[in-house]
Nanobody, 122 residues
Framework: QVQLTETGGGLVQTGGSLRLDCVASGLTFRWYAMGWFRQAPGKEREFVAGVTWNGDSTYYADSVKGRFTISRDNAKNRVYLQMNSLKSEDTAVYYC???????????????WGQGTQVTVSS
């Protein structure tokens, strides 16, 4: 079956960095655009970043532009999220997922990981 497994979350101070890693199995990874979403306590899940199937194009929520970088390695079935200059408002559970573009937005597809907690302390 399809599995997406995120790692790399943790506790970091304001201004610090983390890199999230998502490894996929059970699907032909290169066929899928991939994305990262997050959900903070009491808030709805929101799109963070997306990357096309070949990595040629990337997309970001305004709140993370210039601080986060999404990338992928199709040979390793992995998608990454490098997070720099972290702020307390970045605290959330982060999920990787297959995604598709719908107009000007990205929507999640059929497959999700279990999530990894990122906590940014001031």
């Amino acid at each position: 079956q399809v599995q997406l497994t995120e790692t790399g979350g943790g506790l970091v101070q304001t201004g610090g960095s983390l890199r999230l890693d998502c490894v996929a199995s059970g699907l032909t990874f290169r066929w899928y655009a991939m994305g990262w979403f997050r959900q903070a306590p009491g808030k709805e899940r929101e799109f963070v970043a997306g990357v096309t199937w070949n990595g040629d194009s990337t997309y970001y929520a305004d709140s993370v532009k210039g601080r986060f970088t999404i990338s992928r390695d199709n040979a390793k079935n992995r998608v990454y999220l490098q997070m720099n200059s972290l702020k307390s408002e970045d605290t959330a559970v982060y999920y990787c997922a297959t995604v598709s573009k719908s107009g000007s937005t990205w929507v999640p597809g059929d497959y999700w990981g279990q999530g990894t907690q990122v906590t940014v302390s001031s």
